[in-house]
Nanobody, 125 residues
Framework: QVQLVESGGESVQSGGSLRLSCETSLYIYSSYCMGWFGQAPGKEREGVARIATGSGNTYYADSVKGRFTISQDNAKNTVYLQMNSLKPGDTAMYYC???????????????????WGQGTQVTVS
């Protein structure tokens, strides 16, 4: 069974930083799209960032550009989301997602990903 396990979420003050981790059972040096999504209560799960693991190409939602950075560690099969200059609007459950075959133009859609983690809560006050 494919496993994605997120960690690193916690409560922080505005302007603070967190690094979320997504440990996977996938060989992410292969051709996968790895994404981070955020979901606030009562809202749709939205794409935050993604990385095409084969090329290292990254993409970000406009709301987090310049503040968040997605990266990968192939040796650890782990994807990270470095979150800087956090704002209350960033408060959400953050989910790691994986898709086979690389990233498409509609990476930000939930149905573009095959596998999901359980989520880790980020609260910014």
């Amino acid at each position: 069974q494919v496993q994605l396990v997120e960690s690193g979420g916690e409560s922080v003050q505005s302007g603070g930083s967190l690094r979320l981790s997504c440990e996977t059972s996938l060989y992410i040096y292969s051709s996968y799209c790895m994404g981070w999504f955020g979901q606030a209560p009562g809202k749709e799960r939205e794409g935050v960032a993604r990385i095409a693991t084969g090329s290292g190409n990254t993409y970000y939602a406009d709301s987090v550009k310049g503040r968040f950075t997605i990266s990968q560690d192939n040796a650890k099969n782990t994807v990270y989301l470095q979150m800087n200059s956090l704002k209350p609007g960033d408060t959400a459950m953050y989910y790691c997602a994986a898709a086979t075959g690389g990233c498409g133009f509609r990476w930000y859609r939930r149905d573009s990903f095959n596998y999901w983690g359980q989520g880790t809560q980020v609260t910014v006050s």
